[in-house]
């Protein structure tokens, strides 16, 4: 308990000490995702709008009707997949999935991805460390995730065993927090 204390102390100490070098201007300032500003004033689908390596997801979003509910207050942390991480499904999954008819697999698969509640990636870390290493989450589609730090990185887990990484993490909205992630969570 004593040497976990000292750990979180120390670490604690070191981000001030990289804020203080940094200054407060970068400190607070977001990521840039696929070499665009995202605005912490701006909501989740107005700032994946801006990404140009989210197109996928927002138009799966559109098609799935999802935009007004991660436009509202939340707060939401959501998972946001790549367009890279769309092609890496099997050949016509993403253009299958975006039929009217498979609206409902594509809520699924969507919500899949967003958690109730704000997770920073130093939450993450808190609540891993706290917990052996990972711990759980359930999403908004009601299924699982498991998340899980390793090496420095965090991961998330889906229920069919699928890992993506969290490639930039702590992009700031008006309604919750995104973590760019370099796969797709499949729920079950």
């Known amino acids: 308990m004593r040497e976990r204390q000292m750990k979180s102390i120390l670490g604690t100490l070191a981000i001030t000490a990289a804020l203080a070098i ?18 912490a004033q ?6 994946a709008m801006n990404s140009p390596i989210h197109t996928t997801l927002v138009a799966a979003v559109q098609a799935a009707d999802l935009a007004g509910t991660l436009q509202s207050p939340g707060p939401f942390t959501v998972f946001a997949p790549t367009n890279s991480a769309f092609g ?24 899949a991805h967003v958690v109730p509640g704000t997770l920073s990636a130093a939450d993450i870390m808190e609540r891993a460390e706290a ?9 908004v589609s009601g299924d699982a995730l498991g998340i899980y730090v390793q090496n420095g990185y965090v991961y998330v887990r ?18 919750g927090v995104i973590h760019v992630v370099n796969g797709v969570l499949v729920p079950q």
Do not use: H, W
């Open 131 to 139: 917990n052996g290493g990972s711990f759980s989450v359930t999403t």
């Open 22 to 39: 940094a200054g407060p201007a970068v400190a607070q300032e977001n990521p840039r995702v696929g070499g665009a500003a995202m605005s």
């Open 158 to 175: 889906d229920e069919n065993g699928g890992v993506a990484r969290v490639t930039i993490a702590d992009v700031n909205q008006s309604n």
């Open 88 to 111: 890496d499904l099997p050949s016509g999954t993403v253009d299958t999935l975006l039929m009217p008819e498979n609206k409902a697999q594509l809520v699924k698969v969507l919500t």
């Open 42 to 47: 701006m909501n989740i689908v107005e700032n």
